[in-house]
């Protein structure tokens, strides 16, 4: 089936809604252009400041570098410095050193992250057990449109090289972001909506070569303006081949590299922002494609693109009582094309999404028991998703989905508590197809509620605790409704429940907390309790299909269906300097997660949970040189459903280097990376069984990368 490429009016039409809210953001910059003089607008403490200014394009994490605290934004709509929410952010130096050719990969081996791992290609991050849906993939705070949650062998279309920051929320989050938040949330941040004025030229540019994929990649980020203008250039480029892993055995005997697993993408943006005494009004424009390898299937490749324009601001004391108002919209449209190794199209998909959100929050409430402050939003999301070819699993659908949210903060003294409601309605129709099995149109209504109350209370010498309670409810995705054909990349035959209810989830987190300086932990235990999981289970039939060669292949079939579920684990990270040694500024880092998820209709373990992990880290600084040190591990994971396979444990040794310099009066950085030092074979738990004995984790790699910022 050859590609069809949509009239020009309607490749435009995704972005009419926001071109007309871009329209109504200059005016209000009018506005507010009359009110005050244009002037440098202060950092407003919920976003990033310049000590994150670039990853690559920021300041460097020198240590004679001032740096600036830095307010997290995802899931804080009321900056406050500490969260009850487990919370960790990848920024600077940090970043760099941990940045992967996906956002999976970047995020993998914080406390209670994970991937799932399709390759080095497609891996969309897991937290506390939990994948797809219920986990919230961002861009800036904004919905990232794209196709990753349907198949395991869809990437994300996020470029990590020039991401400034992310942000990663563990446990359940869906006051502000929805019932898919349920896992935690994951915010990929960029500088390309500035909301600074950053007078003058600076930037960053960063290439990088070698790995366990050859990669050859590099980056240019480049900032500027006046005091009341502010624009963002960038633009990346990265190639890869097959991946080389220690030797293994597969269906195709032995080797050393993962087959089909090379790629290339490519990604460029511009955006700009008019700065005002009392907040800025900016338009960004991004285009982003990527050609990869699906490794289940030795000749295919997928060739997506997508391109993005989006526009926020903000308004800050537009009111008396009225702290804020922020906004922001953006219109997206996605495509991916599979094509077989005959240079035919097989399956097409597109999705045309719109996503907006308004967020007011009220001045604080003073009084001798204390303040009160909160925030009142609305976001509205739009999505038009198609699947045309012949191993399209799903008919063409729309989603529409209004929801209004609400959260009081109330702090006194050591106490800080917060409570929230969100109220949502959720559209979602099937508009049938050619094909039988898609049946006739249908559309189903929910209306998922969400509250929580979390509190954190400082009990003195750097000591902390914290504690949240979460109802929440999730409608189901389209493909967990209208869902009926051949799943390649799971290799089973899917069928959705159209009648199927709202996924209902309770959840309870503690933490204990203690920082001194520099010296940091942290211990959380948490448990969700599901009284209508939607899970994906094996019915015991199978389905005949006729395959490429014209043979009948016998197919699982599997359903989707609510059940009884419990999810629990703990998370223990922490950080703590060591007495100097010769000079050197010692660190010692650990993490340690557990997660157990069980289906209690069955009383069979859930599926894809990574075992018991770990890590130590040792850290050595001195002037310009920094040495890490890291062995991470899994234990073997037996713990699993009656059709899945136990995966050995294994531990994985890794040395990173790097010394800043000056190159005139550049901010320079050079690191060389070294992974699986012992060249051990390892497999993730959280991979899909049909892929995971054809992708281990990279073997022993020299990576080298050059960073000058200016």
């Not at 605290?69 to 952010?89: F, H, I, M, Y």
């Not at 390898?293 to 009582?321: F, H, K, N, S, Y």
């Not at 198609?386 to 050591?414: D, H, M, W, Y």
Request: hydrophobic share 35%.
């Amino acid at each position: 089936m050859s590609s069809s490429i949509r009239s020009s009016a309607s490749s435009r039409a995704p972005f009419q809604p926001t071109l007309l809210a871009v329209a109504l953001s200059i005016a209000a910059g009018g506005a507010w252009a009359q009110q005050a003089p244009a002037a440098p607008a202060p950092a407003p403490a919920a976003t990033d400041s310049a000590a994150d200014a670039g990853t690559p394009s920021g300041g460097a994490d020198r240590p004679h570098k001032h740096k600036l605290d830095v307010v997290v934004v995802t899931g804080n709509p009321l900056s406050q410095k500490e969260l009850a929410s487990p919370v960790q952010v990848l920024s600077g130096d940090a970043l760099t050193l941990k940045r992967g050719a996906s956002l999976g990969e970047t995020l993998d081996g914080l406390a209670g992250v994970g991937s799932t791992y399709f390759g080095p290609n497609s891996n969309r991050p897991t937290m506390r057990g939990l994948d797809g849906d219920r986990v919230r993939m961002l861009s800036n705070s904004g919905a990232s449109v794209d196709a990753s949650s349907l198949s395991f062998d869809h990437a994300l279309p996020v470029d990590p090289l020039v991401l400034t920051r992310v942000e990663v929320l563990r446990g359940a989050a869906a006051l502000q972001y929805g019932g898919n938040a349920i896992g935690g949330v994951v915010n990929a941040i960029d500088n390309r909506i500035p909301r600074l004025a950053q007078p003058g030229l600076n930037g960053a540019a960063e290439l990088r070569l070698g790995g366990a994929s050859n990669e050859r990649g590099g980056a240019v980020v480049l900032d500027g303006g006046t005091t009341g203008f502010a624009w963002h250039v960038d633009a990346a480029d990265r190639r890869a081949d097959d991946q080389r892993v220690p030797r293994f055995e597969s269906e195709d005997g032995s080797s050393t590299h993962v087959r089909n697993s090379d790629s290339h993408g490519r990604s460029g943006a511009v955006g700009g922002s008019l700065l005002f005494s009392k907040g800025y009004a900016g338009v960004s424009v991004e285009d982003y494609h990527n050609e990869y390898g699906v490794t289940v299937e030795p000749d295919v490749r997928i060739e997506m693109q997508r391109q993005r324009l989006a526009t926020a601001g903000e308004w800050r004391d537009p009111l008396p009582g009225l702290a804020r108002v922020t906004w922001q919209f953006a219109s997206s449209r996605y495509k991916h094309q599979e094509v077989e190794g005959s240079g035919a199209v097989g399956t097409v998909f597109s999705s045309d999404g719109k996503d907006g959100r308004v967020e007011a929050t009220h001045s604080a409430f003073q009084g001798d028991w204390g303040s009160v402050q909160g925030v009142l939003g609305w976001q509205w999301e739009l999505s038009d998703f198609s699947a045309l070819g012949e191993e399209a699993l799903v008919p063409g659908t729309k989603t529409r989905n209004n929801a209004l949210f609400l959260i009081e903060q109330f702090r006194s003294g050591p106490w800080s508590l917060q409570a929230g409601a969100r109220a949502e309605r959720v559209n979602i129709g099937s508009t049938g197809g050619d094909e039988e099995r898609f049946g006739d149109p249908a559309t189903r209504r929910f209306s998922p509620k969400s509250f929580s109350l979390s509190g954190a209370y400082e009990l003195g010498n750097g000591f902390s605790l914290s504690s949240n309670l979460s109802s929440s409810e999730r409608a189901p995705t389209f493909y967990e409704l209208f869902a009926n054909g051949v799943h390649v990349a799971s290799g089973a035959y899917e069928v959705g429940d159209i009648n199927i209810g709202l996924e209902r989830a309770k959840s309870v987190d503690l933490g204990l907390h203690w920082k001194q300086g520099d010296a940091k932990w942290s211990v959380q235990v948490y448990q969700t309790r599901f009284s209508n999981y939607i899970a994906l289970d094996a019915s015991g039939r199978s389905i005949d299909e006729v395959g490429e060669d014209g043979e009948i292949a016998s197919i699982p079939e599997y359903l989707y269906r609510g059940v009884r579920a419990r999810m629990h684990g703990v998370e223990l990270e922490g950080k703590q300097p060591l007495p100097k040694l010769a000079g050197w500024d010692l660190t010692l880092g650990t993490t340690i997660d557990l997660v157990r998820g069980t289906n209690r209709d069955t009383n069979e373990a859930l599926p894809r949970l990574a075992p018991v992990r770990g890590g130590v880290s040792l850290q050595a600084e001195s002037g310009p040189w920094l040495l890490q040190a890291e062995l991470r591990g899994a234990m073997r994971q037996d713990r699993v459903p009656a059709l899945d396979a136990p995966t050995a444990g294994y531990g994985i040794l890794r040395l990173n280097i790097a010394r800043h310099f000056d190159i005139g009066n550049l901010d320079a950085m050079w690191y060389v990376k070294l992974d699986n030092l012992a060249n051990k074979l390892a497999y993730n738990a959280s991979s899909v069984q049909t892929i995971r004995e054809l992708t281990p984790l990279p073997g022993r790699s020299l990576f080298a990368g050059l960073q000058v910022k200016f």
